[in-house]
């Protein structure tokens, strides 16, 4: 009996882990998609920030207001101009980078839940 709840104590200890790993995870992946993309590979002339998220929601196209296809993103918030892509880029592989991002953090958040954060053992007498 002592065994399960050991091993549900390890769960609950591991899971909460993951969630701490995964929060911080997320914030790293905002700053550095906000840092490394948003501005660089697309610009939303309507954009609120923290694009990495609102996945999806990073170029608008409808009536009057189209896409273009750029050489150079250069951030604009003026709303009569269109939204802009980099060449090379759509909507798609911006999705696969977006995945790309969310993947590698719930790799890491899963890889730390599983690591110790606090050796077991100090050997204050060396």
Same mark, same amino acid.
């Given at each position: 009996?002592?065994?399960?709840?050991?091993?549900?104590?390890?769960?609950?200890?591991?899971?909460?882990?993951?969630?701490?790993?995964?929060?911080?995870?997320?914030?790293?992946?905002?700053?550095?998609?906000?840092?490394?993309?948003?501005?660089?590979?697309?610009?939303?002339?309507?954009?609120?920030?923290?694009?990495?998220?609102?996945?999806?929601? @990073?170029?608008?196209? @409808?009536?009057?207001?189209?896409?273009?296809?750029?050489?150079?993103?250069?951030?604009?918030?003026?709303?009569?101009?269109?939204?802009?892509?980099?060449?090379?880029?759509?909507?798609?592989?911006? @999705?696969?980078?977006?995945?790309?991002?969310?993947?590698?953090?719930?790799?890491?958040?899963?890889?730390?839940?599983?690591?110790?954060?606090?050796?077991?053992?100090?050997? @204050?007498?060396?």
């Amino acid at each position: 009996m002592l065994k399960i709840f050991k091993d549900v104590a390890k769960i609950l200890k591991a899971a909460a882990k993951f969630i701490i790993a995964f929060f911080v995870m997320t914030i790293v992946c905002t700053i550095a998609w906000d840092a490394l993309i948003n501005g660089k590979l697309y610009n939303c002339t309507e954009a609120i920030g923290f694009d990495y998220l609102h996945p999806g929601d @990073w170029v608008h196209n @409808w009536d009057d207001h189209k896409i273009e296809t750029v050489a150079h993103v250069f951030p604009d918030g003026d709303m009569n101009h269109p939204d802009t892509i980099e060449q090379g880029w759509t909507i798609t592989r911006l @999705w696969y980078l977006w995945y790309t991002f969310f993947t590698t953090s719930v790799v890491i958040s899963a890889v730390l839940a599983f690591i110790p954060w606090v050796p077991r053992r100090f050997n @204050w007498h060396s």
